[in-house]
Structure formats: structure tokens, C-alpha cells
């Protein structure tokens, strides 16, 4: 009954009134803070981000959860990313003073394997937007508009098992 429920979320998600770009910006937060600790204000502070732009809150949170599971396994390599960023001799002058700063601070930029999942989300995050805006845009111009408008497609929703099938799948 769960993938049911994502089936039908995903198919509501791309289907929706949002803009593909509200659906890419919903991935890369998602990886962002699904990559970051929950409980580091960072973190936080994605939430609120999340909640206050228009984005996808949904694909957000469902792109969050994955990516806390990807995190579970790639800790090491957060903590290593983060290690050779903060204990860098060139960039401890930087690191001094902005970790310093006022609201900076509240953030937990000083812990290695924070700062190693903003900036592996960060990476993945931007290398993910433009494909996953292309897609969205793809499939609403192909799938989408082609299939309601088929006359095929409208003669095999006039069965009524048909539509008893769509409405578990789809909703």
C-alpha cells in the first residue's frame, strides 16, 4: 500500500501547477538536508527555507528522507570532506573569522561532518537541478499531453475497472 501511495505522489508531483523549477529547488534542498544532521541549525534553517519559498514541500521532505539514508552510508566521506576543508593551513585565516560571525555560528559549521554534507549536498544538489527541471519539463510536454489527449486513452477510461485501477494507482 506504501508504493501505491508514492506512485500516486509522484504522479500528483509531476503533474502538479508547480514549475519544474520549484520541483528541482525541492530535489536540491532535499539532498542538501537529507545529507546534514538533523539536528544541527543548518539544518534548521533549510526547514525554514523549505517552508518559506515556493517549493515542492513534499518532494523536499521525500528527496530528504533518501538522502538520510545515502547519508548513513557516506558519513566517512563527509567527515573526511569536511576534515581536509576545515584543517586546510590556507583556509584557517577564513575559517577563524567565519565561523565567527554572529548567525554563522549557530549554524555547526565548525563539525567536520556538517560542513562535509553541505558541501557534498551543495554538489550534488546543483548537478542534480538542471536534470531533474528537464525531466519534469519532459514529461509534462511527452507523457502527460499525450495521453489525454489520445483518443485511445479516452476510450479505455470509459471502462469502469480501468478507472477503479486509476484511482488506486493514481488517486
Not at 544532521?37 to 521525500?62: C, D, E, K, N, Y
Request: aromatic content about 16%.
Amino acid at each position: 500500500m506504501i508504493v501505491l501511495k508514492w506512485i500516486r505522489s509522484l504522479y500528483k508531483v509531476l503533474s502538479a501547477d508547480a514549475s519544474p523549477s520549484a520541483i528541482a529547488f525541492a530535489t536540491a534542498f532535499g539532498i542538501l538536508g537529507g545529507f546534514l544532521p538533523f539536528t544541527t541549525g543548518l539544518a534548521m534553517l533549510l526547514i525554514a527555507l523549505i517552508l518559506v519559498v515556493r517549493v515542492q514541500a513534499s518532494t523536499a521532505i521525500a528527496v530528504w528522507l533518501l538522502a538520510s539514508l545515502i547519508r548513513l552510508g557516506a558519513a566517512p566521506l563527509f567527515f573526511e570532506v569536511g576534515w581536509a576543508v576545515l584543517e586546510n593551513e590556507s583556509l584557517r585565516p577564513f575559517w577563524t573569522w567565519f565561523l565567527n560571525l554572529p548567525v554563522v555560528a549557530w549554524l555547526d559549521l565548525d563539525r567536520y561532518a556538517v560542513l562535509g554534507g553541505a558541501i557534498c549536498g551543495l554538489a550534488l544538489g546543483a548537478a542534480i537541478f538542471f536534470p531533474m527541471r528537464g525531466l519534469v519539463i519532459a514529461y509534462r510536454r511527452w507523457a502527460h499531453e499525450r495521453l489525454s489527449q489520445n483518443r485511445f486513452f479516452r476510450w479505455l477510461m470509459s471502462f469502469w475497472f480501468v478507472r477503479l485501477l486509476r484511482f488506486i494507482f493514481v488517486g
